[in-house]
């Protein structure tokens, strides 16, 4: 039996309302860790989705041992979204150290979309909508035009040797970050959609991922407890924007598809942009406002709903059967495959 299309609109908007929610609070950990400047990226990274993952495998515990049959008959693909958790901090805070924190997020976040799109065509064989299409095009733009600013601003700021390499070195990062974040997504949404709570499918990639930074956290996490602001940073890192922020992803990814939710996490690059600006110091040209706009323009294509599609027969008392719904209303994104 279908559901209601103001149901189906309902709930996709609530997926995307979360998944909103979770880049506002991914786009403060940029800014977050240049108050820990002592604190190299991997120890960064490491203690944020670290600790953060343990802290999900924890609380969902009880939903992970009823849920464990599911998890192992879906090993692999577990396995592959953990291995994706574990590498994504540590590609992605490295780029920002190198590239700073504008550009590292813009490239991290903006490639995003793109893998995703990829992975699911690839891995679910789904065809892209005209609305995801034209939603994700602004948004690149936008992240592409944003990037250019932040680049440029770096550029007439840093003339010491060496940095156009490591800004270079910063991208490449950034493009491994937004390609193993598209994996976890994907990863998690599948598992969510095979029949696997969102909790359960979430405590166990990111708990597993979690442990395999453990090393990473133990070789590299001397300066975090070094000082009061070390430790505050990656406690903050841990619980708001990695714990919360991915509880509300993996709602919203219950939802919506991987490919809308990255896209729609383009608000991130936005977020840190806007607080590279307020609270670290960084000068955003003109050019990055537009990018800006445009990245708005991007969430406003994909989060306002469509039309619905015409009934095709009335809707009687006795039958109680809706009329089908267009897949493209409100945040379909892509076509789902049966």
Known sequence: MRRPPGRVAGSAGAGAACVLLASLLWGTTGTAATFAPAVGPLA?????????GLLQALVAAPRIRRALPDLRARRRVVLLGALSVAAYPLAFYTSMRLAGVAVGTVVSIGSAPLASALVERIAD????????????????SGTVLLCAAQAAGAGSARAGAGSAGATV???????VAGLTYALYAWAAHRLISRGVPSGAAMGAVFGLGGLLLVPVLLATGAPLLASWSGAAVGLYMAL??????????GWGLAHVPA???TTLSLLEPVVAAVLAVLVVGERLPLLGWVGI??????LAVLTVPGRPARRRR?????????APVDDGVA???VRETP
């Open 259 to 261: 490919s809308t939710a």
């Open 293 to 298: 706009a445009l990245v708005v323009a991007c």
């Open 331 to 333: 945040l379909a994104g």
């Open 314 to 322: 009335p809707v009687t008392a006795a039958a109680g059967t809706p």
């Open 125 to 140: 064989g789904r065809r892209l909508t005209r609305r995801w299409t034209a939603g994700a095009a602004l948004g690149l």
């Open 44 to 52: 960064i990274g490491a203690v944020a989705m670290g600790l953060g």
């Open 169 to 175: 070195l910063g991208v490449g990062l950034g493009l």
């Open 240 to 249: 708001v924007p990695m714990f919360t922020g991915y509880v509300l992803f």
